[in-house]
């Protein structure tokens, strides 16, 4: 099937992104939109997920004088991340770069936006091994950035379960910040929050690479090599990443190794 996957990615039409087996160099505006049947009135944007689980990870538009709730959802955790705009969670307003954390049996938390927000909205399959269980409602611009695994890159934790490893994070890496190649034993997802970055996926054996812009989206599968020297940053970018599950990476020394 591999194989298969990289001739149909060679020969496919070089306009847009290359088409890769698992969701990358996908920008967010180019999706359709949907709707939430948990937010009623809102309009948004379908990231990943599961329609058997109802776990999910979407972009959401709220309007302005928008109100409703984060609701109980049993079996499951809810993150926001603000990303422009205001949101209100009962009487604790948020602006751009706010988050929030509500585990699983939280009661319901009043959400509203008198201004009107986008927000990132991400519902959780919970794993008994997790061990926070208050909630965690943050300003991110209150945090200070920490030095990352490699040079240019800087990290602001904004989740780290010491249970399962589940994490959330920011990744800022300045211009011209590279990475080498690399694998993660679990699955990754981020969003890119702002400034432009090019990256490689390796798949079967072939580079291909594409540049992301503000709104730019991948899921990652868990063991997938990416990064590579083509992979950089054009500009000072911030991503937000989310992992569930404790990872490792491995650096490897290209491609071909795969």
């Not at 030095?147 to 010491?162: A, V």
């Amino acid at each position: 099937l591999i194989p298969l996957v990289a001739v149909l990615v060679i020969t496919s039409c070089t306009s847009g992104p290359p088409v890769v087996p698992y969701p990358a160099f996908v920008q967010v505006d180019e999706l359709e939109v949907v709707f939430v049947a948990s937010l009623p009135g809102v309009r948004a944007k379908q990231l990943a997920g599961d329609p058997m689980t109802r776990r999910c990870s979407k972009r959401v538009d709220l309007p302005a004088v928008w109100s409703g709730t984060s609701g109980g959802s049993p079996g499951r955790s809810l993150e926001i991340f603000v990303l422009q705009g205001g949101l209100d969670i009962a009487d604790i307003g948020l602006g751009p770069g706010g988050y929030a954390f509500l585990p699983s049996g939280s009661l319901g938390f009043n959400l509203s936006s008198p201004s009107g927000a986008r927000i990132l909205y991400f519902l959780n399959d919970v794993d008994p091994e997790s061990i926070i269980r208050s909630p965690i409602i943050i300003d991110a611009g209150l945090l200070d950035w920490e030095s990352g695994d490699n040079p240019g890159q800087w990290i602001k934790e904004l989740r780290n379960d010491p249970g399962n490893g589940s994490m959330t994070w920011l990744l800022r890496m300045d211009t011209g910040a590279s990475l080498p190649w690399e694998s993660t034993s679990a699955t990754r997802e981020g969003y890119l929050v702002s400034g432009t970055y090019q990256h490689s996926e390796c798949v079967g054996g072939a580079v291909l690479t594409w540049q992301y812009l503000p709104g730019g989206y991948f899921f990652r599968p868990a063991n997938a090599i990416n990064g590579g020297p083509a992979a950089s940053a054009s500009a000072e970018t911030v991503w937000l990443l989310r992992q569930s599950e404790a990872a490792s990476t491995t650096t490897v020394p290209d491609c071909a190794a795969q």
